[in-house]
């Protein structure tokens, strides 16, 4: 019976760690150049993309999910800066409010990154604001000098 107990601690001792270490996976093995990528298609994004003065807030959805320090990246931006999941959609032409204030937002959306090279990359993005505005676009995106550029913006589809 000893023997069985013994057993059943190391086993959920295990699971314990396993669950730890599974719960941070997702971030584990970001390059500090895939994050920065991702901040330059965004403000990109936000730059070229943004509909106008009613916009208040930008509700950003990474391809994949982020730590939440990554939003902190954009604390100088105007509009601010928030997860597409603090957003819904609402009335009748599913306009982009920021759930707590009700805010008109734009939804800002990495779809995919595809790497060409270690200094290259593609990605395909969404702004999306409501039933009838919004785009889907290619970025192709290279480092230069440091810095992440695009080098061309090509539209998919717009509504």
Request: some cysteine.
């Amino acid at each position: 019976m000893d023997s069985a107990r013994r057993r059943i601690f190391i086993l959920l001792l295990c699971l314990s760690i396993v669950s730890r270490i599974s719960a941070h996976a997702p971030f584990s093995d970001e390059s500090p150049e895939k994050s920065n990528l991702r901040e330059a298609i965004f403000r990109y994004m936000f730059e070229h993309y943004n509909y106008g003065p009613y916009v208040k807030v930008f509700c950003i959805q990474p391809e994949q999910p982020q730590p939440e320090k990554f939003l902190l990246r954009f604390a100088d931006s105007k509009p601010r800066v928030v997860w597409a999941s603090d957003c819904e959609l609402t009335g009748p032409m599913n306009a982009v409010k920021q759930k707590k204030t009700a805010e008109s937002g734009m939804r800002m959306s990495i779809l995919t990154i595809h790497w060409i090279s270690e200094r290259e990359a593609e990605t395909k993005i969404e702004a999306f604001s409501d039933g009838i505005a919004s785009n889907q676009n290619t970025l192709r995106i290279v480092l230069k000098e440091g810095h992440w550029i695009v080098k061309s913006d090509k539209l998919d589809g717009v509504s």
